[in-house]
């Protein structure tokens, strides 16, 4: 499995813009070949803050993600609205505990 957790915190007046293209990217990334998760979230404290948290089965199945033409479109648009550059992690978690 493989873990992306994206970071971008975007400029006030490209706010809807950037949640109108997560949403549709949200959407055709859950019916995606090997997405377990994918979603967006802003933060609680931070205006304008948001993360794309999103997991995959596979590393080959999270590139051809990244390859897609909605992946593409909402790149682009994150691209237009972030007010710094965004952090983008991946990782391969060895194991994972549920909790709860």
């Not at 915190?9 to 019916?31: H, N, T, W, Y």
């Amino acid at each position: 499995m493989i873990v992306v957790i994206a970071r971008a915190k975007i400029r006030p007046q490209m706010r809807d813009g950037f949640l109108g293209a997560a949403a549709i990217c949200v959407e055709a990334s859950r019916k995606e070949a090997g997405n377990i998760a994918y979603d967006v979230y802003e933060s609680a404290t931070e205006a304008n803050s948001f993360v794309v948290l999103e997991r995959w089965k596979t590393h080959e199945e999270n590139r051809a993600h990244l390859q897609s033409a909605h992946t593409q479109d909402f790149l682009r648009a994150m691209a237009q609205s972030v007010a710094e550059m965004p952090r983008i992690e991946a990782i391969t978690p060895a194991k994972i505990d549920m909790i709860a």
